[in-house]
């Protein structure tokens, strides 16, 4: 079938991407769903940091491709061997699939699975499968999604269902936003009930975080370089908000702390907010070749702990029932974290207001 999908032609042009232009918007083809895979009518797709880090090179992925990972449509058509959904479902979409069965899947999510990632690695399906084509050749997939576009074609393994009460904005936002934020606090930091959390970055990730510890009671302190996110984050709960230098200064500490900035120099800073015998997660994707000093005496003598959580060490289909309760219940306001809602062919200016950091989630809507 002939689709309308925005394709990343290479990666690490120049700023500004609204004159550089690095993507066209245009139609493809893309072939039906083979055993296993599900063809989906996105309604609604997050532009996310890890989005804009394929655009800006800090992470190289076959090109072109058709980016796109944080998504909710509705099932249009069933490969063979898919019997738990049906048509006209809604549908989360995660970009890490799991298999179930490999040493990763058995880690309860504190590992990604092994083959999701190689297929990732890949711009592939599980299995190894492209189903985008245009002219002839091959498009690759975007972590198994590829959502910027007006349907996707994914493994089954790629997916959760969702009631039809949730609307397509929000269950978008629990693809990605959701399970990474929520799920370095609930599942990595694990703090004790009514204790103090810092989350250091306060975009889409990091608000979900803060969004997350004042559903479970905590007292959550919001860091950012960015006086406006400062000011969202004491409007949607935080007992304060800081500049990084104010923290350090004041002597903030709490035992957990959430990095979700993806800059070395964020991430020394939850250290430095991290409390004695407390734990520093970080989720944030900062280039591979960016590093960070850190005293080892501060880990020792304090007896600190600092943990990588990848998609917030979940397993979608448990964790997103869960947010999706949260959701329900008035606790987790997550329509608070859409920014702007903008065209597909707005994807280029998009990605420069990202990489200015004054948006928290911008939707692209179909």
């Not at 993507?23 to 009518?41: C, I, K, N, S």
């Not at 702007?340 to 950091?357: F, N, P, T, V």
């Amino acid at each position: 079938m002939e689709i309308i999908g925005a394709v990343l032609e290479t990666s690490g042009v120049e700023k500004p991407f609204a004159q550089t232009r690095p993507f066209t918007v245009g139609p493809l083809e893309l072939d039906a769903p083979a055993p296993g895979e599900v063809l989906v009518r996105i309604e609604a797709a997050g532009v996310c940091h890890s989005d804009l880090s394929v655009v800006d090179g800090n992470r190289r992925r076959p090109t072109p491709m058709l980016l796109g990972h944080e998504a909710a449509g509705i099932v249009e058509r069933l490969g063979d061997d898919v019997d738990d959904l049906v048509v006209g479902d809604r549908v989360v979409m995660t970009f890490l699939p799991r298999c179930g069965h490999c040493a990763g899947c058995r880690t309860d999510g504190r590992l990604p699975c092994e083959v999701g990632t190689a297929a990732n690695n890949a711009g592939t399906l599980v299995g190894g499968g492209i189903r985008l084509h245009r002219d002839g050749a091959d498009i690759r997939h975007h972590l198994g999604v590829s959502a910027f576009a007006s349907h996707a074609v994914v493994s089954r393994t790629s997916i959760v269902p969702v009631p039809a009460d949730v609307p397509a904005e929000i269950a978008a936002l629990l693809g990605c936003a959701v399970l990474t934020g929520g799920g370095a606090v609930i599942n990595a930091a694990r703090p004790e009930a009514g204790t103090r959390l810092v989350v250091v970055g306060l975009g889409g990730v990091g608000m979900a975080a803060l969004l997350v510890g004042v559903a479970l009671g905590l007292e959550v302190i919001g860091v950012d370089a960015v006086d406006a996110k400062l000011e969202l984050a004491l409007g949607l709960g935080a007992a304060q908000a800081l500049s990084p230098a104010d923290a350090v200064d004041r002597g903030i500490r709490a035992p957990a702390v959430v990095e979700a900035a993806g800059h070395p120099r964020a991430f020394e800073t939850a250290v430095a907010l991290t409390a004695p015998g407390g734990t520093t997660v970080t989720v944030g994707l900062p280039a591979p070749d960016a590093r960070s000093e850190v005293s080892p005496l501060q880990l020792t003598a304090g007896a600190r702990t600092i943990i990588g959580s990848y998609l917030g060490s979940a397993v979608p289909s448990r964790d997103i029932p869960h947010y999706v309760e949260m959701w329900r219940s008035g606790a987790l306001p997550l329509e608070k974290l859409v920014s702007s809602r903008i065209r597909l062919d707005e994807i280029d200016a998009a990605m420069d207001r990202l990489a200015a950091g004054g948006e928290l989630r911008q939707l692209i809507t179909f």
